[in-house]
């Protein structure tokens, strides 16, 4: 077949695949998943367990080896049938913790270990290069067989050309394919039906080859039969510690491999398709495996001697002049190499840019984070690195030589994988292992393989000088790569395999004892070992695992939000075209819901509540940490909040009472109005009335001159009333001049006395005084002092009920303050009435309004507060006292401050 | 204008005013300027009409008026408040408590006489 029509006939095929990729992921971006949700594409999917490696590589090994082909097939049926103990589980963490390659398993389990996740990501790429070179290889041989018998063979380019070719092509293939978006879950729908189309095209090609061989060149299963007991191949032998050793690895392989933990956990979109493919899978094993020592024997039988075994697959339908045959076993091997190489590499790619180089470059450039918009510098790391591990595969394929049998390669890769297992299971099962552990199990079981395995593989004295073959590192004998501690005669890979493993488990193991586990990777601990009992108890609490329906998280965002999530909701519903019902649960409803329950509660717990509503995942550790975050600041907040609440009621409770003191000097005042207008209507009345009188004349003899008598001593009464309230004001108002002088108290007192002299003059009225205390010069307002004086010796004159009056004027010095006491000997004021005496207008009787308006207390305690001093009703004594205390010196007039301290 | 007025006033010039204006009219005045003499001078004098200020020394207007309206023989009593305060929510309380007439101080005399003519006619 010409070598152009073979390139051609790949490239149609490759685009059909991109298209059925292309139709699958644009309808599940429109939420129509349809038959994607069947548990066939997962099984189908799964099938990238056989590669070219098992498509090419099974016969050959099993012409080699005859049956020991089948440990391969047997150790992933094991994993599978037993797939309740760890499949299980992985899927549902790997759900839980939304993981997204092993990587991320074993760092996050781990305690989210950035450094793990860069061994794992290391070991996994250098372990998968092998594996990819083994389907670079098989693609070029393939290829080259094709075309080796045609005209145009000259034409055809040495196998390293093709091999750059191919890994060029595949790399370009698997960009186009993995790469043209991001999904958060790295979930890729379109490559998994791809796969899956091709599991069926290499499944069909390996069957339509065996069938050929079966009933079209041996003539029927019973000669078939008699055909594979005839056959003698020397290297037929069975080995136990081989059949074991294999059997332990492919099924660890299962478990490790990067592309089959993307498919199997990563891309897994319901649990209950594993159940499924736990008969499903090896059934499709078993019939992939079906034919593969028949084609063996009769292409051993057919075939010339030197015929690579690995390629009869191809080379036997050729030989029989069957070419379609051959396309379509071309077609099958083409589809299990690349659907490997596309999901290897996106599996590689998404740890390298995820768990290497994002938590890299953050580091290095933080503020990449917070600027936004990741998604570039993702997608180009993830485009390099799929190109990377591609050209390290053809480096491998270069160096090795491309003559190492497909399994023997195939094998290696297991092998390096493998040491995955035991971090990964110890992680699951057993809440004790720790990051130390994994990490010591991790590099030396990894250090083995590559030691005893893997760098050997490049071929005696490539990597590793043949003399430490012979004698072992630093000339150590029990160092030889092939025979670690003395273990001469084994198997190179059972021998490297026992001990990477061995030493990998007991490193992983004496690592987490010796070590203790920080807090994060505890409770991460916890929440991979109890994965189920964590879902049991979320279900218990009622939170409908992963079915939530609209209207729970209608429920949840009315406990939140109130009223308003209604009308989100049917806002939500219109946008969706589903007026008047509840909003589909899109990926965008939920993240804009997320971000609504965000306003009210906070960002890390409301997607907390949507991951638990939705069983996407259940609450991380970092969630956790984020909620206890929100909640101190809450905490926080609402102490603020308590602290302006306190201040908010001390202002109002200050408030109030100002607003009493308003009110209850508001009620003075009316009180105050009140009686200011009896005080002024009172002698007006007398007034109005006696003028109206001498205006009707014909009045009896003398009445005019009692008139006119009445007239002018009630008018004289009106102006000292109207006197009095001037001067209470400008008093009280603080206003009021003082005129500070040195007076001579003794002199003072002789002016009051004076003055009061004209209140009843008639009456007898003795004053007692004693003139050698009052040898006192004080710093004052002399008038006013003198005023309140007056005031006092003429209300003694005027109420001192005892005949005849006294009044003693007692006057006492102490400590810069001078005290005058007027002492009468009348009846005193009733204790009741003593607390009222200074108030305004505050009359006793009837008989002490002889003059005044019942201001004149009021004026005389304001003109104390002016001077500095008080004056007090002092109780106790025989008659009516009173008791003027004042500064010797009054420094300045401090009236306001001095009212202000008297209020 | 025949009658006997009772003028319960503790102002002395006011009280002097009002008996003359209303003796000059024909009234025979009475004039007790302690509240708390009040009631013993109306059982006393039996008057035809009591003159009562508001504001009074020993018991105010309105506890003689409430006293006055309380006892049988004087609740037909013509009375006559008189008031120097002059303030609406004195006059309330008067008239609820039942007083015949309200008149505020200061006062023209031909209203006081008109007052006093009206309540002992009618």
Known sequence: MPFNLLVLICLVYVIFLFLVAFVVESRAARGRLGFLRSPVIYTLSLSIYCTAWTFYGAVGYA????????????????????????????????????????????????????????????????????????????????????ARNTPEAWLVPGHADIALWVAGGLAVFTILFGTRNLDAKEQHHGIVTAIAVEAVVKLVALLAVGSFVVWGLAGGIGPMIDHIGTAEVPGWTFQSDRWVGLIALSAAAVISLPRMFQVMVVENIDESHLARASWAFPLYLFAMSLFILPIAVIGLERMPEGTNPDMLVLTLPLAEGQGALAMLAFLGGFSSATSMVIVETIALATMISNNLVMPLWLRLRPAAALSGDLRGGVLLTRRLAIAGVLALGFLYYRISGGSAALAAIGLIAF???????????????????????????????????????????????????????????????????????????????????????????????????????????????????????????????????????????????????????????????????????????????????????????????????ISQLFGRATVTVEDLMAVANETAQIMEYSAKLEAKQLELT?????????????????????????????????????????????????????????????????????????????????????????????????????????????????????????????????????????????????????????????????????????????????????????????????????????????????????????????????????????????????????????????? | MAGRVLLIEDEPNIAEAIRFILSREGCEVLVESDGAKALDRVAEARPDLVILDLMLPGMSGLEILGALRADSETRELKILMLTAKGQGRDREAAERAGVSAFMAKPFANAEMRAQVRALLEG
């Open chain 1, 415 to 609: 092998a390096g994988m493998a040491q995955f297992l035991p971090a990964m299971l110890g992680g699951i099962f057993w809440r004790g292992g720790t990051k130390i552990g994994a990490l010591a199990g991790l590099v030396t079981g990894s250090a083995i393989w590559a030691y005893t395995l893997f760098l050997p593989s490049f071929g005696v004295d490539a990597v590793i000088p043949a003399q430490v073959f012979s004698e072992g590192l630093f000339g150590l004998g029990w160092l030889r790569p092939r025979a670690l501690f003395g273990t001469e005669g084994m198997d190179p890979l059972v021998h490297s395999v026992f001990w990477s493993l061995s030493l990998n488990v007991i490193a992983f193991t004496l690592g987490s004892v010796l070590t203790f586990p920080d807090p994060v990777e505890r409770i991460q601990g916890v929440a991979f070992v109890n994965a189920f009992d964590r879902e049991a108890q979320a279900e218990r609490l009622g939170w409908s695992h992963g079915q939530a329906e609209p209207e729970a998280l209608l429920s949840l965002a009315q406990r939140i939000l109130g009223e308003e999530a209604l009308t989100f909701f049917e806002a939500q519903a219109r946008a969706q075209g589903k007026e008047g019902f509840l909003p589909d649960l899109t990926p965008e409803f939920l993240a804009e819901a997320e971000r609504k329950l965000a306003g009210s509660v906070g960002a890390a717990t409301a997607h907390a509540m």
């Open chain 1, 650 to 903: 001390r202002t109002a409770r200050q408030l109030r009472e100002v607003n009493d003191k308003l009110t209850q000097l508001s009620v003075q005042k009316d009180a105050f109005l009140s009686q200011i207008s009896h005080e002024l209507r009172t002698p007006m009345t007398s007034i109005r009335a006696f003028s109206e009188i001498l205006t009707e004349g014909d009045l009896p003899p003398g009445m005019v001159a009692d008139s006119g008598r009445i007239i002018h001593s009630e008018a004289v009464r009106l102006t000292r009333l109207l006197d009095d309230l001037l001067d209470l004001s400008v008093l009280e108002s603080g206003t009021v001049q003082l005129n500070l002088e040195l007076a001579h108290l003794g002199r003072m007192l002789d002016r009051a006395v004076q003055a009061a002299s004209q209140t009843r003059p008639e009456r007898s009225f003795e004053i007692r005084r004693d003139e050698m205390a009052e040898e006192l010069h004080l710093m004052t307002d002399a008038d006013r002092l003198v005023q309140v004086f007056i005031n006092l010796i003429s209300n003694a004159r005027k109420y001192c009920d005892a005949d005849p009056g006294l009044l003693r004027i007692v006057v006492r010095q102490k400590a810069g303050r001078v005290t005058v006491d007027f002492i009468d000997n009348g009846k005193g004021i009733p204790k009741e009435a003593q607390r009222l005496i200074f108030e305004k207008f505050a009359r006793m009787t009837d008989q002490m309004r002889a003059g005044g308006a019942g201001l004149g207390l009021a004026i005389v305690r304001e003109i104390m507060v002016n001077l500095g001093g008080t004056i007090s009703y002092l109780p106790g004594q025989k008659g009516a006292a009173f008791r003027v205390t004042l500064p010797l010196r009054l420094e300045k007039p401090a009236a306001k401050s001095a009212r202000a301290a008297a209020l």
């Open chain 1, 63 to 146: 012409a080699r080896s005859g049956l020991e082909f089948l440990t391969i097939y047997l150790g992933p049926t094991l994993v599978f049938v037993g797939w309740w103990l760890v499949l299980r589980k992985l899927v549902r963490i790997g759900r839980q913790q939304r993981v997204t390659s092993i990587a991320d398993l074993i760092s996050s389990r781990f305690g989210k270990s950035n450094l793990l996740g860069v061994v794992v990501t290391l070991i996994a790429v250098i372990a998968a290069t092998p594996y990819i070179a083994l389907q670079l290889q098989s693609i070029t041989l393939s290829f080259s067989v094709f």
